[in-house]
């Protein structure tokens, strides 16, 4: 599964993004053909594990920059990269610290950002690329114009899932209320929603990289990931293996987010479990199915299986999340709540009579609408 770029990673990128004065300080030394080793903060935990060069305490700009970049040594600028503390220096981490690099600079840049948590940046003129370091994480900086294109690539690849996705459910719903769901359909939901999970946190990474100028694209990301990690979610909740009914209170106020703890603690491992398998695994059927806990016997792709009625139940208008859990912990199936009276869904706590009616209407128009989609 694809980490989305920690907060610290994130920060350190924001001020190497296209257009930042690092940035273009940055692209003035690889022009020049140099390198550069750059820390990011000068605190003194990084004076600490420095010898050598001298005191500028000058305001940075990107010629400065380059400028000083003929030295030897490192430079060390503020926190906020607004000013460049010290030039020539010499940094002395601890040569135990392990590292993958096998150049002098990137070896020493890597070791200082293990040592110390600020951004450590790298700049190769043979290789003419520039390595940013934080902490055990590595990230070498593509050119704005890279970034654009993967992006764009990328987007247009979530946008064919999304329509997969968007039909799949489609399909999912109509079956739900004729009670004829099988595994296949459910798979057939839950394999592009992960699937455009993951896309969108390999988008989202590169957009932190550009900045201010990923603004559009980020609008386009979250329009097209709108309600996908909700139906994920909800899938997920309506067929995984029921845990052991454990209750930590009475009523629709029991629990904080309205799932008891046996409950929540078996969703989040089958999100987990369904979030650890690679991209082929996904496309298995049976990996699918254990990941929701299913027994041996349910891996079959035409098995039958009954939603809880979680995801139907959400699409109704202005019903809290305690009172849906609250219907689906007392009828236990979708079939049974679509069938029940409205005396019998007065019964639930937190459903009156107002609420009765909404859900029964509510759910015959669903049923009306989603079935005259599938046949129309």
């Given at each position: 599964?694809?980490?989305?770029t920690?907060?610290?990673?994130?920060?350190?990128?924001?001020l190497?993004?296209?257009?930042?004065?690092?940035?273009?300080?940055?692209?003035?030394?690889?022009?020049?053909?140099?390198?550069?080793?750059?820390?990011?903060?000068?605190?003194?935990?990084?004076?600490?594990?420095?010898?050598?060069?001298?005191?500028?305490?000058?305001?940075?700009?990107?010629q400065?920059?380059?400028?000083?970049?003929?030295?030897?040594?490192?430079?060390?600028?503020?926190?906020?990269?607004?000013?460049?503390?010290?030039?020539?220096?010499?940094?002395?981490?601890?040569?135990?610290?392990?590292?993958?690099?096998?150049?002098?600079?990137?070896?020493?840049?890597?070791?200082?950002?293990?040592?110390?948590?600020?951004?450590?940046?790298?700049?190769?003129?043979?290789?003419?690329?520039?390595?940013?370091?934080?902490?055990?994480?590595?990230?070498?900086?593509?050119?704005?114009?890279?970034?654009?294109?993967?992006?764009?690539?990328?987007?247009?690849?979530?946008?064919?899932?999304?329509?997969?996705?968007?039909?799949?459910?489609?399909?999912?719903?109509?079956?739900?209320?004729?009670?004829?769901?099988?595994?296949?359909?459910?798979?057939?939901?839950?394999?592009?929603?992960?699937?455009?999970?993951?896309?969108?946190?390999?988008i989202?990474?590169?957009?932190?990289?550009?900045?201010?100028?990923?603004?559009?694209?980020?609008?386009?990301?979250?329009?097209?990931?709108?309600?996908?990690?909700?139906?994920?979610?909800?899938?997920?909740?309506?067929?995984?293996?029921?845990?052991p009914?454990?209750?930590?209170?009475?009523?629709?106020?029991?629990?904080?987010?309205?799932?008891?703890?046996?409950?929540?603690?078996?969703?989040?491992?089958?999100?987990?479990?369904?979030?650890?398998?690679?991209?082929?695994e996904?496309?298995?059927?049976?990996?699918?199915?254990?990941?929701?806990?299913?027994?041996?016997?349910?891996?079959?792709?035409?098995?039958?299986?009954?939603?809880r009625?979680?995801?139907?139940l959400?699409?109704?208008?202005?019903?809290?999340?305690?009172?849906?859990?609250?219907?689906?912990?007392?009828f236990?199936?979708?079939?049974?709540?679509m069938?029940?009276?409205?005396?019998?869904?007065?019964?639930?706590?937190?459903?009156?009579?107002?609420?009765?009616?909404?859900?029964?209407?509510?759910?015959?128009?669903?049923?009306?609408?989603?079935?005259?989609?599938?046949?129309?």
């Amino acid at each position: 599964m694809v980490e989305r770029t920690s907060a610290a990673v994130a920060g350190a990128l924001a001020l190497v993004a296209p257009g930042q004065p690092l940035r273009d300080g940055l692209e003035r030394v690889l022009l020049a053909n140099r390198g550069a080793l750059i820390v990011v903060g000068d605190d003194a935990g990084v004076l600490s594990i420095c010898t050598g060069g001298f005191l500028l305490d000058a305001e940075f700009t990107p010629q400065r920059l380059s400028e000083l970049a003929k030295l030897d040594g490192a430079i060390i600028v503020s926190a906020d990269a607004a000013r460049i503390a010290r030039a020539n220096v010499h940094l002395m981490p601890n040569p135990a610290i392990p590292t993958s690099e096998t150049g002098t600079r990137h070896r020493t840049a890597e070791r200082m950002a293990r040592s110390i948590d600020v951004p450590v940046i790298s700049v190769s003129a043979s290789m003419g690329v520039v390595t940013v370091y934080r902490g055990n994480a590595k990230h070498v900086l593509q050119s704005a114009t890279r970034l654009h294109e993967r992006i764009g690539q990328a987007l247009q690849t979530l946008e064919r899932f999304r329509q997969r996705l968007d039909a799949a459910v489609a399909t999912l719903s109509a079956l739900e209320m004729e009670d004829t769901v099988t595994l296949r359909d459910v798979t057939a939901v839950l394999q592009p929603a992960e699937l455009a999970a993951r896309i969108a946190d390999e988008i989202d990474s590169e957009l932190v990289e550009l900045g201010a100028d990923a603004r559009l694209l980020r609008l386009q990301l979250d329009e097209l990931l709108d309600g996908v990690i909700a139906v994920r979610r909800l899938v997920v909740r309506d067929y995984m293996r029921a845990g052991p009914a454990v209750r930590s209170g009475s009523g629709p106020a029991a629990g904080a987010d309205g799932l008891q703890t046996s409950a929540r603690s078996g969703l989040e491992h089958a999100l987990q479990a369904l979030g650890r398998l690679t991209t082929d695994e996904l496309l298995d059927t049976r990996r699918v199915a254990a990941a929701l806990g299913l027994a041996p016997g349910q891996h079959d792709l035409d098995s039958a299986l009954e939603p809880r009625g979680y995801r139907l139940l959400h699409r109704l208008p202005r019903f809290p999340e305690a009172v849906i859990d609250g219907i689906v912990e007392h009828f236990s199936g979708l079939q049974k709540i679509m069938r029940a009276t409205v005396g019998d869904l007065e019964e639930v706590a937190g459903v009156g009579e107002t609420r009765a009616r909404s859900v029964k209407d509510g759910l015959a128009r669903l049923a009306e609408a989603t079935i005259l989609d599938r046949y129309a």
